[in-house]
């Protein structure tokens, strides 16, 4: 399948760059369908040369007041934006690393993730154009290569979620189904990462594109800032708007170049 296209998208408000400042913000940025455009398949994402570039120099003109907030692990997101390192938060918040030089802490594995994987394994093998991956904190169901089975694989993932609801949280996504556990969102990573410096104090900025990405949202204006989707399918829940992830990087690298070098 291929990947989406963004031409039917309307015209988005974009955030204006005044919105941030070296030393009076942040930026939290979600990374498939935010900083990367979707692929057929989470390894085949392609980064842009410049974009690491870009991050690299916003990190430093931010004093370091910018992570990167995804469903991915933090190690596949050190590979994508190798040799950058930069603060994250990992797999829905199960993952954090407070400080680009500082260890990965994560959260204790999902209760039944055996249990779990095993049987949306099996009820699901025989679907073709639909993969599990599990993860360290929880199991993705993907069909990107299948979205006719979108229904389907929802009855089949609330069937193994089974009696566990108030601990478990099924999280949709652009053709995916994310079994985690209820306690970790992206919206507490950012809580997290704020009461940190060099964020603690500046005014947050959430960009995101799924459902996922509305925590993050919430817990920004928590701190006085703003949530900024990307594409329509969330621009209800946020502030700005960006209508792909080329105007993302764009709009970043426009930023990188405005704001000043730090003394």
């Given at each position: 399948?291929?990947?989406?296209?963004?031409?039917?998208?309307?015209?988005?408000?974009?955030?204006?760059?005044?919105?941030?400042?070296?030393?009076?913000?942040?930026?939290?940025?979600?990374?498939?369908?935010?900083?990367?455009?979707?692929?057929?398949?989470?390894?085949?994402?392609?980064?842009?040369?410049?974009?690491?570039?870009?991050?690299?120099?916003?990190?430093?003109?931010?004093?370091?007041?910018?992570?990167?907030?995804?469903?991915?692990?933090?190690?596949?997101?050190?590979?994508?934006?190798?040799?950058?390192?930069?603060?994250?938060?990992?797999?829905?918040?199960?993952?954090?690393?407070?400080?680009?030089?500082?260890?990965?802490?994560?959260?204790?594995?999902?209760?039944?993730?055996?249990?779990?994987?095993?049987?949306?394994?099996?009820?699901?093998?025989?679907?073709?154009?639909?993969?599990?991956?599990?993860?360290?904190?929880?199991?993705?169901?993907?069909?990107?290569?299948?979205?006719?089975?979108?229904?389907?694989?929802?009855?089949?993932?609330?069937?193994?979620?089974?009696?566990?609801?108030?601990?478990?949280?099924?999280?949709?996504?652009?053709?995916?189904?994310?079994?985690?556990?209820?306690?970790?969102?992206?919206?507490?990573?950012?809580i997290a990462l704020m009461q940190r410096a060099?964020?603690?104090?500046?005014?947050?900025?959430?960009?995101?594109?799924?459902?996922?990405?509305?925590?993050?949202?919430?817990?920004?204006?928590?701190?006085?800032?703003?949530?900024?989707?990307?594409?329509?399918?969330?621009?209800?829940?946020?502030?700005?708007?960006?209508?792909?992830?080329?105007?993302?990087?764009?709009?970043?690298?426009?930023?990188?170049?405005?704001?000043?070098?730090?003394?």
């Amino acid at each position: 399948m291929a990947a989406p296209s963004y031409e039917d998208v309307p015209i988005m408000r974009e955030p204006p760059p005044r919105l941030v400042s070296e030393t009076g913000s942040s930026l939290f940025l979600d990374v498939d369908g935010t900083l990367l455009d979707i692929a057929p398949a989470p390894e085949l994402v392609v980064v842009p040369a410049e974009l690491s570039a870009t991050l690299s120099r916003l990190y430093g003109r931010l004093g370091g007041a910018l992570a990167l907030v995804s469903g991915r692990p933090i190690a596949q997101l050190d590979r994508l934006f190798a040799p950058l390192t930069l603060p994250a938060a990992g797999e829905h918040g199960a993952e954090i690393r407070l400080g680009a030089d500082q260890a990965i802490v994560a959260g204790p594995p999902l209760l039944a993730l055996e249990q779990l994987v095993a049987q949306l394994t099996a009820t699901t093998t025989s679907i073709p154009g639909v993969r599990v991956e599990r993860k360290r904190a929880g199991v993705v169901v993907h069909y990107r290569q299948a979205p006719e089975q979108a229904g389907l694989l929802r009855r089949l993932v609330d069937a193994a979620v089974g009696d566990r609801p108030s601990d478990v949280q099924v999280m949709p996504g652009k053709m995916v189904l994310e079994v985690k556990e209820r306690m970790y969102s992206k919206g507490q990573a950012v809580i997290a990462l704020m009461q940190r410096a060099p964020f603690a104090g500046r005014r947050p900025l959430f960009l995101g594109d799924d459902a996922s990405d509305r925590d993050g949202f919430a817990a920004a204006r928590r701190f006085g800032g703003c949530g900024v989707a990307v594409g329509a399918d969330h621009a209800d829940a946020a502030d700005w708007a960006f209508a792909s992830p080329a105007a993302v990087r764009a709009w970043l690298g426009g930023l990188a170049a405005a704001l000043r070098p730090r003394a």
